[in-house]
T-cell receptor, first 115, second 114 residues
Framework: DAGVIQSPRHEVTEMGQEVTLRCKPI?????LFWYRQTMMRGLELLIY????????DSGMPEDRFSAKMPNASFSTLKIQPSEPRDSAVYFC?????????????FGNGTRLTVT | AQSVSQHNHHVILSEAASLELGCNYS??????LFWYVQYPGQHLQLLLK??????LVKGIKGFEAEFIKSKFSFNLRKPSVQWSDTAEYFC????????????FGKGTLLTVNP
């Protein structure tokens, strides 16, 4: 079990540039979550997918953020255009089939810095 | 909407001291409760969880937590901390059933001095 794999680990970009974060969930997990972690706001749920379908995107900050899950083994979170306030650690997590009793399995995160 | 409050932002202890980290949630129905730990530079890992049964749950590394429904609390405890317990601790809740949406508290940073 390789765990949840995120790439890149670190991303530094200039304001206005497009940023794409990638996530490979654990094989067999059918729920995928994107979280953002900042000092000020803690861990915020941005969006989650179940069976590749977005179920709740109410946490997505604004139209600059978009997320896709084209298949069960891959998801992207895109920010276009990026702004300095988007600087944060972005975590992807997956969950096996079942109910809300199941714990999340987190990736190592992508630390995004927008200058 | 559910929310989670962790009262202590930063706790500093010496090794062998006892630990209790507070967590309160706001949600009137059935809940599942979790504590996650994030060691420096690492991802979040599950420490323990409660969804039914004995309100005192035991997790890894000697941690335990008690669910007190009347107080909407799920405090984390450890009788004797070690330097290696230095980490950030997050309480989280979801409303169970088919609700996968997990709401996290803002976390408590624990520093254990040797």
């Amino acid at each position: 079990d390789a765990g949840v794999i995120q790439s890149p680990r670190h991303e530094v970009t200039e304001m206005g540039q497009e940023v794409t974060l990638r996530c490979k969930p654990i094989s067999g997990h059918n729920s995928l979550f994107w979280y953002r972690q900042t000092m000020m706001r803690g861990l915020e749920l941005l969006i989650y997918f179940n069976n590749n379908v977005p179920i709740d995107d109410s946490g997505m900050p604004e139209d600059r953020f978009s997320a896709k899950m084209p298949n069960a083994s891959f998801s992207t979170l895109k920010i276009q255009p990026s702004e300095p306030r988007d600087s944060a650690v972005y975590f992807c997590a997956s969950m096996p089939p079942g109910t809300g009793y199941s714990p999340l399995h987190f990736g190592n995160g992508t630390r995004l810095t927008v200058t | 909407a559910q929310s989670v409050s962790q009262h202590n932002h930063h706790v500093i202890l010496s090794e062998a001291a006892s630990l209790e980290l507070g967590c309160n949630y706001s949600y009137g129905g059935t809940v599942n409760l979790f504590w996650y730990v994030q060691y420096p530079g690492q991802h979040l890992q599950l420490l323990l969880k409660y969804f039914s049964g004995d309100p005192l749950v035991k997790g890894i590394k000697g941690f335990e937590a008690e669910f007190i429904k009347s107080k909407f609390s799920f405090n984390l405890r450890k009788p004797s901390v070690q330097w290696s317990d230095t980490a950030e601790y997050f309480c989280a809740v979801n409303s169970g059933g088919s609700n996968y949406k997990l709401t996290f508290g803002k976390g408590t940073l624990l520093t254990v001095n040797p």
